[in-house]
């Protein structure tokens, strides 16, 4: 029995594929799952808001490393815009 890496496989909350992570190190990101986007979050991109009960009901989701990076070349080209803060 080993003590290392547990793998779980899971979908991506953003392109929806599957792959396999852990669980202890993975990015994840709040959704409401009312709209399928972080509380707070409008299907326009834009913020408003979150309301106590949309981040209640909201859950941690994971996100694959290559959404992860397009995040943050997306956010490094466009620094003006306020992007989720929910990335480290
Ligand atoms: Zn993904």
Do not use: H, N, Y
């Not at 986007?37 to 941690?60: F, I, K, N, Y």
Request: aromatic share 6%; net charge negative; proline share 12%.
């Amino acid at each position: 029995m080993t003590d290392g890496e547990r793998l779980t496989a899971g979908t991506c909350v953003m392109c929806k594929q599957t792959f396999t992570f852990d669980p202890r190190s993975v990015p994840t990101v709040l959704i409401d799952p009312e709209t399928g986007l972080p509380p707070g979050m409008t299907v326009l991109g834009s913020l408003r808001p979150a309301t106590p009960e949309a981040v209640a009901r909201s859950t941690d989701e994971p996100i694959c490393p290559r959404c992860v990076s397009r995040a943050r070349q997306f956010q490094a080209a466009s620094e003006s815009t306020p992007m989720w803060g929910t990335w480290p």
